[in-house]
């Protein structure tokens, strides 16, 4: 089976740009967390979805915005892109909301210029 | 006060050596206790996880959980080059946190061949 699919792999983008970065969870899972990760430090919590609705959401300013679609997948966007945007994007889906194993795709690496 | 506290290291040890790996967290509500393992520019993957008080063993691996002092660990016994990595400490806080999982900054550490 598939594990977490993520795309693009990297991307380099300008400061001011939109960015938008994909996520495809395991097969039967429901729930997807998006995580941003900069260089030496651990993940940190941008959104969890289940069933498609928001439920929660890190610390991240409103430039930041997911949705997931009917077949759980889930897209996570950037506008106005700062140089601090630059980290590792990690994706990780779980079975359920409360399903408290979650599983790591292998992030798309974004570099703001 | 960080909500999950790890040493940074660098943690050194020879081949076949035990490696032992301290996670502290401030919220006495967290649940459940997860250690991840991340390679150098690779996205974490799940080795352990421990909900109860006490040890769980898996292999060269074992977690121990002492919710009193609030403080979870991994031993690695017989190291070796390839546990070469930083390890992870996550934990999922307590109620109403949607389960998103809070990450202390990793340890790295280096088998010595």
């Known amino acids: 089976d598939a594990g977490v699919t993520q795309s693009p792999t990297h991307l380099i983008k300008t400061r001011g740009q939109q960015v938008t970065l994909r996520c495809s969870p395991i097969?039967?899972?429901?729930?997807v967390s998006w995580y941003q990760q900069v260089l030496g430090q651990g993940p940190q919590f941008i959104f969890q979805?289940?069933?498609?609705?928001?439920?929660g959401r890190g610390n991240f300013p409103d430039r930041f915005s997911a949705r997931q679609f009917p077949n759980y997948s889930s897209e996570l966007n950037v506008n106005a892109l700062l140089l601090g945007d630059s980290a590792l994007y990690l994706c990780?889906?779980?079975?359920?909301?409360?399903?408290?194993?979650?599983?790591f795709g292998a992030g798309t690496r974004l570099s703001v210029l | 006060q960080k909500e999950v506290e790890q040493n940074s290291g660098p943690l050194s040890v020879p081949e076949g050596a035990i490696a032992s790996l301290n996670c502290t967290y401030s919220d006495r509500g967290s649940q459940s206790f997860f250690w991840y393992r991340q390679y150098s520019g690779k996205s974490p993957e799940l080795i352990m996880f421990?909900?109860?008080?006490g040890d769980k063993e898996d292999g060269r691996f074992t977690a121990q959980l002492n919710k009193a002092s609030q403080y979870v660990s991994l031993l690695i016994r017989d190291s070796q080059p390839s546990d070469s990595a930083t390890y992870l400490c996550?934990?999922?806080?307590?109620?109403?946190?949607?389960?998103?999982?809070?990450f202390g900054s990793g340890t790295q550490l280096t088998v010595l061949p």
């Open positions: 421990i909900y109860s008080n």
């Open positions: 990780a889906s779980s079975l359920q909301q409360g399903g408290n194993i979650q599983y």
């Open positions: 097969s039967g899972h429901k729930s």
């Open positions: 979805y289940y069933e498609k609705e928001e439920r």
């Open positions: 996550a934990v999922t806080l307590g109620p109403g946190s949607a389960r998103q999982l809070t």
